[in-house]
């Protein structure tokens, strides 16, 4: 084989070989692949280590708009609270489940439909002391308190451009689930929507 033919053999191989991968496409989750996803249920761990993974992984799933890695974050006694005003001045605590229709898991895949660029661009997680072990029947648990600034944007004008920013705190309290990850278990929400 000439040095020529070598040449073109190598230059279409290689061709061949990346024309099978896209170097600019986001990453795949699962085993063996280059995710940037943090364990969350590392036995070496303190429980801060683990707690401060998931609100990591959970930090991640929001800004790529990855549900499977949301769904993975909360537990499955998971609540949502959040305080709601409605046109009549009243105020009200409401609490979301983690499933059914209008349930956390359906709100949140309908979010990530509906916007193209969601952004945590302040997300400062601090530990908290956690009250009283016998609450949780013995269970390992962690409190923190997260500052955060969630920009929402919809860039592709399919809900016609909508944009949304909230700002302020977050407590979270995550424990270690029946299958030995961590996960959140309640989400009190603390913001300002804007």
Not at 68 to 96: H, R, S
Not at 115 to 120: A, G, H, V
Not at 131 to 142: A, K, R, S, T, V
């Amino acid at each position: 084989m000439s040095l020529k033919n070598t040449v073109q053999l190598i230059f279409y191989a290689s061709i061949m070989g990346f024309s099978c991968s896209n170097p600019f496409a986001p990453p795949r989750v699962g085993p063996g692949t280059l995710a940037p996803i943090l364990p969350q249920n590392c036995d070496d761990c303190p429980d801060s280590t683990n707690a401060f993974n998931v609100l990591s992984n959970f930090k991640y799933s929001y800004e790529n708009r990855d549900i499977d890695i949301y769904e993975n974050c909360i537990d499955a006694d998971f609540i949502f609270i959040y305080i709601d005003q409605d046109l009549q001045g009243n105020i009200e605590t409401i609490e979301v489940p983690r499933d059914g229709v209008s349930g956390d898991i359906q709100r949140t895949r309908g979010l990530f439909a509906a916007f193209n660029e969601i952004q945590l661009d302040t997300w400062l997680p601090r530990r908290l002391d956690f009250e009283d072990p016998d609450l949780h029947n013995g269970e390992p648990w962690e409190v923190w308190l997260v500052n955060f600034h969630l920009s929402l944007r919809d860039l592709s004008g399919a809900y016609n451009y909508q944009q949304f920013e909230a700002l302020g705190l977050a407590l979270f309290k995550i424990r270690k689930s029946p299958d030995g990850f961590w996960r959140i278990v309640v989400w009190e929400d603390y913001s300002f929507s804007s």
